[in-house]
């Protein structure tokens, strides 16, 4: 099943514009993808999963470093691999953890990791030297994310996070963070770092050095799409919304979403307040994020799209789309083909 998503402009914008401080033309790399180069001035455009994946392998192989330029020093392409594979001979996640954070000292005097427990918890905590550039903290997003999902798939199954911490303000974009992390937040801390049962550190290492390549050809999309395996409330729900969604938008009721995994209305309304997000989000982010992929396609008009998303007019789904991202449709479409042409309609 596809657990649809697209990409929010700040796991990308910034790159592209890090990359072009350092010499690469941003405008080409998003004209390859088919994007217009005015996209680097909507800061709310979103980018389907091709689209994303496109660009940081662009990235990747015209920088040579993992990390997107976003280091004094490059990281280069085939590192992470390594890491992964010295790491996988470990035994035990706690062991394979304390391998990764060797391996950082050995690639990069700037990046530290530093494992620590007390009691039944587990902080994981990542030191980035601030002579780093750390665009608009993708770096710490991206080394907490990539780390995470590699010790869940060393186990198996998805390591379950206490809470995630940040040494930066509560950014706007944080309900990203529930694809990212899915737990509890906090921000202004000391250090970034994730929190997680103690308990984990012993789970065995199921993977097989077979299993890798499959796994490392999934990056980058990998490291911002919770996998299928997740058991949160939010994926569940996305599951069942998706499970009802054919070649129109169909979305059953929240009772009856509740009444499908066991739980109350309440507990369920619960549950995702405490994931800082809610039912009408979650069907909004859908539909969002299938109109995206719709609009990708010029055969369909915007009154397909609109009636595939569960609209029955065309201008409540324009006021709906400008509303999640800041372009009406055809505006957003022109994004893709020849730039924006004119004025926005309203």
Not at 115 to 134: R, W, Y
Not at 184 to 212: G, H, M
């Amino acid at each position: 099943m596809n657990l649809r998503n697209t990409i929010h402009s700040h796991f990308v914008l910034p790159l592209l514009r890090n990359a072009g401080a350092k010499g690469l033309a941003p405008e080409a790399i998003l004209q390859s993808v088919d994007l217009s180069p005015e996209v680097m001035h909507e800061p709310r455009v979103r980018f389907t999963l091709d689209q994303y994946t496109a660009i940081l392998r662009t990235l990747w192989k015209e920088l040579d470093d993992e990390f997107f330029g976003l280091s004094v020093k490059p990281v280069h392409f085939g590192t992470f691999a390594l890491f992964c594979e010295l790491s996988m001979k470990e035994g035990r996640v706690g062991a394979a953890l304390e391998k990764q954070a060797e391996c950082f000292k050995l690639a990069t005097e700037s990046i530290r990791w530093d494992l620590s427990s007390k009691d039944e918890q587990v902080l994981l905590s990542l030191a980035i030297n601030k002579t780093e550039p750390n665009t608009d903290n993708i770096l710490t997003e991206y080394l907490l994310a990539m780390t995470h999902r590699f010790a869940g798939w060393l186990a198996g199954q998805r390591i379950p996070l206490t809470q995630a911490c940040f040494d930066y303000p509560r950014p706007n974009y944080v309900n990203e963070y529930d694809v990212l992390f899915g737990c509890s937040y906090l921000f202004d801390q000391p250090a970034p770092a994730l929190e997680f049962p103690k308990a984990c550190l012993n789970w065995p290492i199921v993977r097989t050095s077979e299993e890798l390549i499959p796994f490392l050809k999934q990056s980058p999309v990998g490291m911002l799409v919770r996998p299928e395996t997740d058991k949160s409330f939010v994926i569940k729900v996305r599951r069942i919304l998706l499970d009802n969604s054919g070649e129109e938008l169909e979305f059953p009721g929240f009772e009856e979403v509740a009444d499908k995994l066991g739980v109350s209305a309440g507990t369920l309304r619960r549950r995702l307040k405490e994931d800082e997000t809610s039912y009408q989000i979650l069907k909004d982010g859908i539909r969002r994020d299938v109109a995206i992929e719709l609009l990708c396609d010029p055969s369909k008009s915007v009154f397909e799209v609109a009636y595939a998303v569960g609209f029955s007019e065309t201008s409540t789904f324009s006021r709906a789309f400008k509303a999640w991202t800041g372009l009406p449709p055809t505006a957003y479409r022109d994004l893709g083909e020849d730039g924006l042409e004119g004025e926005h309609e309203d």
